[in-house]
């Protein structure tokens, strides 16, 4: 009985902040205006993060965001993972999104627990760890993402140069190849490029952009890239020797880390053999023994 009172009481309060919190809809042309060019304009970025945040602070999304914050990753974490899952959605959305599941998961044992022949608090316990595992279930899937992208752009970095390598020894300036790769390559890695040369069309310096996809990706194969790439660029050094060597370690690495993953594998494959085939195996050649001296019968 107290648990569905203390489980009303709670909803009440977030149809409270849903309906009593929630901002008035402006109809300022700046906010119908900014989410269309968020993707062009970093003061529209800015704007919106600004009026986000600005919402009020007992709406029912800052109030799930604040909590998000302060109980489950930074906010630069989650910028970085989502980055790397390549993600378009903001950082306070994966927050957002993180609370929802936290409480839908909530809400559903919430509801199931009067069910549960348990007691009050058993079923207290079981509500707050039901949202714990929603929104960590939602932060392993992030981070899943994250992972495996980040995979696939480092076993598409030695392919991307080796073409970039080709295309610089033919004449090619380095803007050039970087077109000419992206455009050719349908990869995660490829798509970075694309953007990078799509705003290095419009002004922004190389260097500076190559800066920032290290910054934003953080991937350590990036980073030797790019350290390479611009050390090259600003001592004035052969691009096509340079690239060529970057391609001769990147291959070895990977090489080194296909040896690596293949050794966890082969120690992974003995667990199931150990515990699972072997005492089945022994288990049949024993059994019938057992059985004939259960019996009483001698051979």
Known sequence: MMAGLGFGALL?????????????RSRDLRDRVAPYVIDRSPSAVQYLERRGSGAGPWTFSNVIRRTVRRLGPTTTELARRSRRAGLGASTQRIQL???????????????????MSI?????????????????????????????????RIEGELPGVLELMTIAVASGESLPGALHRVARMGSGPLSCELTELTRKHGLGAGLSELLEELDTELGIPGISRWVAQLRAALERGAPIADVLRAQTTDERTRQKHSAMEKAGRQEIAMMFPLVFLILPTTVLFAIWPGILTLNAGVTP
């Open 12 to 24: 009440a309060v977030g149809l409270a902040l849903m309906v009593f919190g929630a901002p008035i």
């Open 97 to 115: 999104e993180i609370g929802l599941c936290a409480l839908g998961a909530a809400a559903a044992v919430a509801a199931l627990s009067p069910l």
């Open 119 to 151: 007691t009050p608090a058993a079923q207290l316990a079981a509500v707050a760890t039901a949202g714990v595992a929603g929104g960590w279930a939602r932060v392993a899937v992030l981070s899943t993402a994250a992972r495996r992208r980040t995979e």
